[in-house]
């Protein structure tokens, strides 16, 4: 395989380079001008353009959204006239295969989010109560020197500060944010999009195939190849949020795929699909074990991917009710191999610990190993059965008529679809944004990760394709613990017990599950990581509960908001000390409102906070310090992978337009700046160089030499320049020369291509296919053991083996039930056992108790997005403002209430008494029993002009607010679905609460007081 790969790495010459990339940009350029109704070639020098505007100049700048994590490929149109500058539209890049040229309308109005008058435009301090708006501007030295004094007054330790990031952060600057925590020495990131994401949503399935962001960067739903395409889930990522996954789903659908919605509402997806199935809430993981048990009954698994290319075939036997692997192990207890049953010999062989498939035991002899044995047992008697079917005894109470029970829907529509997914390929599964959460969701994700092996849909065309830079991450590592077996440095093992091999693969090059390990275990859960020997606050809480005898409440996470809270209340302890946090640093995150929000307004009003971001959001009326950034069209940043899709190569955001406003620093200087001031530069850029297999003294040489004229500049004029970023200068000075060396080519001509087209192909799908390295059919997947894993092997030697067995991190599969109002979602580490009648699984409410589910809507990400003018005029115009603004209910439960359209009505949860007071909506188009909200709203800072429209309709207080306040033992999301709600009219009391906006203290801080400057000289 080594051969296999440096040929291709030598395939590009430097003419193929240039010849290839002029053919494709002219083709996707022609088609785009064509579209545009243009006369000119969009990847030309900026054009005169008499017959559009007489002495102005139109060019277009390719680069990258920023405003969510499917980081959309970009051209930004510009247009200027001597020193006057404007980006005036942003179109999708037609040479991606990301976006395919395609925008959501949050991308589209990306303009409005630079030239918006609510932007924050200098740095601020407090200067009145928190929670209301009361600043005074200051000069970036001035803010400075104001942090460090407070550090010290408050004698604050690296351990007592949160670094809370957001979506933006996540997917775009993981490989600069972690390497800072690590040189900071700070051990907590708490992140918005963590807890309800990649924890909430993502790690069943990371747990089964190997990812860690199914979302942003490591898969690709192969839509568009699929016959049969299954959306699960409130909306869909495809059709509520992210184009990367929608442009495919566009063509899946013009393609004529079958498609089938689960979903309590009537979504965007649902509207587009052959069959909507309104499955009760809290449903999903009970249709799931039905279809495995369907599946397998009917001898609709993939026989052939299932033997050789999953763990199924494993044999395990029970330890005290968990199934455990029958392994060979050396001496210090850690696995030589594990064992299976060969049809071939009908004997028990060992198979290697981690590679791509079980064809051949460990002495290269060529097996067939069972997928069920008999009357098998280990040397002291233990009964053995393979993982297959110890997987087939955790489904068997599923039949149909249970199932169809459980899920509260026509029996018809469950056989259909159970039918259809057995016997139609390809087929590719999309999984909700903000899908239901419960306790139950691992379970359920980690189901639906079994049905896309059992089906053989794993990096096929047509299913779940593995993104190129994923796939390059999973071959250095494969290639990495081949070159240390074979030179005798490390023995065979599973991965998670061989950390030499991972610690020599640069962290952020690790695939997908391998990252999240190595982030976890090895470094924020591990004391002796940090100098100063104390865990992420999340780590010492886990280890504050389970000494009380209790279970953790974030088993096997990563940045999670858990224990902040009780950190602040005193709850959690390290060594026997309390475990303080004095300070929250936001970064482009809105925790007021994103995370559970009446727990973070009592952090934010109790901490010292330093806030950055380009919007004054809710979270702004807690901050201390306010610093302002750039928006994503104005930076220039590091050369970046190609995110979720399936090929690998570069691309970059360039800087469109010269920065608005000059007292704004984009973060990624502001951080190295930060870490210059506090004197832990050089650590800082080793950390970050080392982390992503950059040469270290070229990386900090670079960042020297670019860093300097931007810190003489802020000294001697108190603003940054407005063009240029000395991080992303600095990067790519070291990244092109890499690439060019890589590719065949001059560094210049590598920043050329990006400049004038924005993307770099290295290698196509096909190509990958070509070469043998698909996952896991020629190359390990992600995870300790190299198969696609239903039994979950960090489950089980990582999460078991420190706390127990709890059915929440089953190794295969356990059916974990709603728990309404009960469970985990009560007291963190308590399981309270559910009364009835919520201990019955087919358990439905009559209104006015309901089901509550939430969901996304398309025009709006992120809560700062519905600061967006445009964005706020779409969700607001006389059809959308009822769809996009209110809760959804049923018309006949809502007759029954006395509530009609737009009455002000009070969702209040059974759990504990949390409200929210928003209109109401009549649809037939929602579950009689359950009330639908749509999230994004609930912002009550006066210095969001757009955002606060809303309040008249929806009211002061985030869905987050209804959120409850306790954990999933696993990963230490929010149980946001868990509970039941009563519904009834709003009181004008509760209606006058709910509609207040923030006190303003100091109107003329206000950034809107300030106008847009009309010309923006370079
Ligand atoms: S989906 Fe929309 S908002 Fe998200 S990155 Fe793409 S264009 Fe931007």
């Not at 907590?188 to 990812?211: K, R, V």
């Not at 303080?580 to 929000?597: D, F, G, L, S």
């Not at 930060?674 to 850029?685: D, N, R, T």
């Not at 993307?759 to 020629?778: G, M």
Request: aromatic letters at 12%; glycine letters at 6%.
């Amino acid at each position: 395989m080594e051969s296999e790969k440096s040929k291709n790495e030598l395939r590009i010459s430097r003419r193929d380079f240039l010849k290839v990339s002029a053919i494709t940009a002219a083709a996707a350029a022609a088609g785009y001008a064509a579209s545009k109704n243009f006369v000119f070639d969009i990847f030309s020098p900026p054009v005169d353009e008499e017959q559009l505007q007489p002495g102005y100049q139109y060019s277009y700048v390719p680069s990258m959204c920023g405003i969510c994590s499917s980081v959309c490929d970009i051209l930004v149109n510009v247009e200027q006239k001597g020193n006057y500058i404007r980006a005036i539209e942003i179109d999708g890049n037609p040479l991606s295969n990301l976006n395919y040229g395609k925008l959501c309308a949050r991308g589209r109005s990306g303009t409005l989010i630079t030239y918006n008058k609510d932007r924050l435009k200098k740095p601020l301090i407090r200067t009145g109560p928190k929670g209301t708006w009361a600043f005074k501007e200051a000069e970036w030295d001035e803010a400075i020197q104001y942090i460090l004094q407070k550090f010290q007054e408050l004698n604050v330790q690296p351990w007592e500060i949160v670094l809370s990031g957001g979506a933006i952060p996540c997917a775009n600057y993981r490989p600069e944010f972690i390497p800072f925590t690590f040189a900071a020495q700070i051990p907590t990131i708490a992140g918005s999009p963590m807890q309800p994401c990649l924890f909430g949503e993502h790690l069943g399935i990371n747990l089964t195939i190997g990812t860690f962001d199914i979302h942003g960067d490591e898969l690709a739903d192969d839509f568009q190849h699929s016959s049969l395409i299954v959306i699960w889930g409130n909306n869909g990522n495809p059709a509520g949020i992210f184009v990367n996954k929608g442009s495919r789903l566009g063509k899946g659908l013009a393609n004529g795929a079958f498609v089938i919605v689960l979903d309590p509402r009537q979504s965007e997806a649902a509207s587009k699909a052959d069959l909507w199935i309104p499955v009760k809430p809290g449903s999903d993981l009970a249709i799931a074990m039905g279809l495995i048990k369907y599946l397998i009954d009917n001898n609709y698994y993939d026989d052939y991917f299932v033997r050789y290319h999953t763990n199924a075939p494993f044999l395990v036997y029970q330890e005290n009710g968990v199934y455990v692997p029958y392994t060979a192990n050396y001496e210090d207890g850690t696995v030589q191999a594990f064992y299976v049953y060969d049809e071939i010999s009908q004997s028990i062989v060992q198979v290697p610990p981690y590679t791509n498939t079980n064809m051949y035991s460990v002495d290269g002899k060529t097996i067939r190993p069972a997928l069920r044995v008999q009357n098998l047992t280990t040397p002291d008697g233990k009964q053995l059965i393979t993982v297959f079917q110890a997987l087939e005894q955790a489904v068997s109470q599923f039949t149909i008529d249970y199932v169809t029970q459980i899920a509260d829907v026509d029996k018809s529509l469950i056989e259909e679809f159970y039918f259809r997914v057995g016997t139609m390929r390809p087929i590719d599964i999309a999984t909700g944004q903000k899908g239901q959460e419960g306790s139950y969701t691992t379970m359920w994700r980690k189901a639906i990760g079994i049905i896309m092996a059992l089906t053989g849909n794993i990096d096929v065309r047509g299913g779940w394709i593995y993104s190129g830079d994923h796939r390059e991450g999973a071959i250095q590592l494969f290639q990495t613990y081949n070159s240390m077996v074979n030179s005798g440095q490390v023995k065979p093992g599973i991965l998670i017990q061989r950390p030499q091999v991972l610690m020599s693969v640069p962290v952020l090059n690790l695939p997908g599950q391998m990252m999240q390990y190595v982030a976890t275990a090895l470094a924020y859960c591990n004391p002796s990581f940090w100098q100063h020997g104390h865990p992420a606050v999340w780590c010492a809480y886990n280890n504050t509960l389970t000494s009380q005898g209790l279970k953790p409440a974030a088993a096997f996470s990563l940045f999670p908001d858990t224990g902040i809270y009780e950190a602040m209340q005193g709850q959690v302890q390290w060594n026997g000390q309390p475990y303080n946090i004095k300070v929250i640093m936001t970064c482009c995150v809105n925790p007021a409102k994103n995370m559970q929000e009446s727990e973070w307004k009592q952090i934010l009003q109790n901490a010292f906070v330093i806030m950055v971001d380009i919007f004054p959001t809710d979270t702004a009326l807690y901050a201390d310090v306010i610093l302002p950034d750039a928006t994503y069209i104005e930076r220039e940043e590091p050369i970046t992978n190609r995110g979720a899709t399936p090929d690998s190569g570069y691309r970059r955001r360039w800087q469109a337009i010269p920065r608005v406003y000059p007292y704004t620093i984009p973060e990624l200087d502001l951080f190295v700046l930060l870490s210059y001031k506090l004197g832990f530069f050089e650590q800082y850029v080793t950390w970050m160089a080392n982390s992503l297999g950059l040469p270290a003294d070229q990386l900090l040489q670079a960042m020297q030499k670019e860093m300097m004229p931007f810190v003489q500049y802020l000294e001697k004029y108190g603003t940054y320049p407005r063009w240029g970023e000395f991080v992303g200068k600095a990067f790519a000075d070291v990244q092109s020369k890499i690439i060019a060396q890589q590719l065949n080519t001059t560094p210049d001509d590598v920043l050329s291509k990006l400049r004038t087209e924005g993307v770099i192909t290295v290698k196509t799908f096909e190509d990958f296919v070509q070469n043998n390295e698909r996952i896991p059919w020629n190359i390990p997947a992600g995870l300790p053991t190299g198969r696609i894993e239903i039994y979950s092997t960090i489950l089980y030697y990582y999460v078991i083996k420190n706390f127990g067995y709890d059915p929440t991190w089953d190794p295969i599969l356990a059916y974990v039930p709603p728990n309404w109002n009960a469970g985990y979602a009560v007291t963190p580490g308590q399981f309270v056992q559910p009364q009835p009648p919520y201990n019955d699984p087919t358990f439905k409410p009559t209104p006015p108790e309901m089901f509550y589910i939430e969901f996304k809507i398309p025009p709006i990400a992120y809560t700062f997005t519905t600061n967006v003018p445009i964005l706020e005029a779409i969700t607001s115009n006389s059809y959308h403002t009822n769809i996009y603004q209110f809760a959804w209910i049923n018309k006949k439960t809502a007759q029954s209430l006395g509530i009609n359209e737009g009455d002000w009505i009070a969702i209040i949860s059974k759990l504990n008494g949390a409200k929210l007071i928003v209109r109401a909506h009549l649809t037939e188009w929602i579950r009689p029993d359950t009330i639908g909200v749509p999230e994004p709203w609930g912002q009550n800072n006066p210095a969001l002009t757009y955002s606060t429209r809303s309040l008249k309709n929806f009211g002061n207080r985030a869905v987050t607010n209804i959120w409850p306040q306790s954990y999933d033992p696993l990963t230490g999301h929010r149980m946001a679905q868990q509970f039941t709600v009563l519904v009834r009219k709003a009181t004008p009391d509760e209606i006058s609460e709910y509609t207040q906006l923030a006190q303003v203290q100091t109107p003329d801080t206000l950034p809107s007081q300030e106008n847009i400057p009309g010309n923006y000289t370079t």
